[in-house]
């Protein structure tokens, strides 16, 4: 069975930071690429980073230059570190995979990010 589980969301001042944690399994990990997403209320899921399997990321320009996404393989976990964070960074967050080799994707079932101004 895949999971998806994260956790680490919280209430953050604006300016602060805050690390989110995916933690995978059922799949092998080492070479999935994972996605990390956030939506907020009355708004389309946002697709924020990417990682592959050797580490390479891209970010939404919403989001470059204060959030970085990581992976340690060794504990099967995704990171999101936030830096830096705005009120307009408050929603909830997501973790994302898609297995190419069974057709199917698989989402955690989010953490609440609420950054007070």
């Known amino acids: 069975q895949v999971q998806l589980v994260e956790s680490g969301g919280g209430l953050v001042q604006a300016g602060g930071a805050l690390r989110l944690s995916c933690l995978v399994s059922?799949?092998?990990?080492?070479?999935?690429?994972f996605d990390w997403y956030r939506q907020a209320p009355g708004k389309q899921r946002e697709l924020l980073a990417v990682?592959?399997?050797?580490?390479?990321?891209r970010y939404a320009d919403s989001v470059k230059g204060r959030f970085t996404i990581s992976r340690d393989n060794a504990k099967n976990t995704v990171y999101l570190e936030m830096i830096s964070v705005k009120p307009e960074d408050t929603a909830v967050y997501y973790c994302?995979?898609?297995?190419?080799?069974?057709?199917?994707?698989?989402w955690g079932q989010g953490t609440q990010v609420t950054v007070s101004s």
């Open positions: 990682i592959d399997r050797e580490g390479n990321t």
């Open positions: 994302h995979t898609y297995l190419p080799a069974r057709g199917a994707e698989y």
């Open positions: 059922g799949i092998t990990f080492k070479i999935s690429v």
